[in-house]
């Protein structure tokens, strides 16, 4: 494993890590809660309830997002676009699957890293729609305003990875990775109020 790849895999961990924190902490919480009552109330029972669907739902995305894919997986639209839902509720963000049929799980996982970057961009919320568009991908972000990190997506087209990189960005550098093995070109196109990604 190249020192890279070691990096990229450290990232991973500490992002998968970091993001389910909260949630099963509140797990936690929402337990201590009914221990000092003595008894459930639903207050505390609706705390762990949405705790445990939004740790549920970051679980399913990234297994798809971050996990191991063969070209031989298959993900269906209905699957797709509900772990897109699922992960994005609660948020400002929405998160679009606007693909027909099933797609190659492979291709799946490399559209849902363009949409994590694409989310960096939306400081205050906004929109990610993935559409498949002539034997590819079109990624787009959409929002009130952009927050484009010129570091990071020089990542996607070749550049180094920063030595700073943190664990929140490191779907920039496993997209740079993953893309070319499998045959896609990376096109990034920036607006005043769009970003957006082609896998061609």
């Known amino acids: 494993m190249s020192l890279d790849n070691a990096r990229i895999a450290g990232l991973v961990g500490s992002r998968l890590c970091h993001d389910l924190v909260s949630p099963v902490g509140a797990i936690s919480n929402g337990l201590e809660l009914i221990a000092l009552s003595g008894s459930p109330g639903s207050d505390e029972m609706a705390l762990i309830a949405q705790s445990c669907a939004s740790a549920s739902a970051r679980i399913n995305f990234f297994r798809v997002a971050f996990g191991a894919a063969s070209?031989?997986?298959?993900?269906?639209?209905?699957?797709?676009?509900?772990?897109?839902?699922?992960?994005?509720?609660?948020?400002?963000?929405?998160?679009?699957w606007q693909a027909p049929g099933d797609a190659e799980r492979r291709d799946v996982q490399l559209a849902f890293l363009a949409a994590l970057c694409c989310e960096t961009a939306?400081?205050?919320?906004?929109?990610?729609?993935?559409?498949?568009?002539?034997?590819?991908?079109?990624?787009?972000?959409?929002?009130?305003?952009?927050?484009?990190?010129?570091?990071?997506?020089?990542?996607?087209?070749?550049?180094?990875?920063?030595?700073?990189?943190?664990?929140?960005?490191?779907?920039?550098?496993?997209?740079?990775?993953?893309?070319?093995?499998?045959?896609?070109?990376?096109e990034l196109t920036t607006g005043e109020a769009a970003v957006s990604i082609r896998l061609g």
């Open 71 to 96: 070209a031989e997986q298959r993900i269906g639209a209905a699957e797709a676009g509900k772990l897109l839902t699922d992960y994005a509720g609660g948020s400002r963000l929405a998160l679009l």
């Open 122 to 186: 939306l400081p205050l919320g906004g929109r990610v729609v993935i559409a498949s568009e002539a034997g590819g991908w079109r990624i787009t972000g959409t929002g009130p305003r952009l927050g484009i990190e010129p570091a990071l997506w020089k990542i996607l087209q070749g550049g180094a990875l920063p030595a700073d990189l943190a664990p929140a960005r490191v779907q920039f550098a496993l997209l740079a990775m993953l893309a070319p093995e499998r045959g896609r070109k990376l």
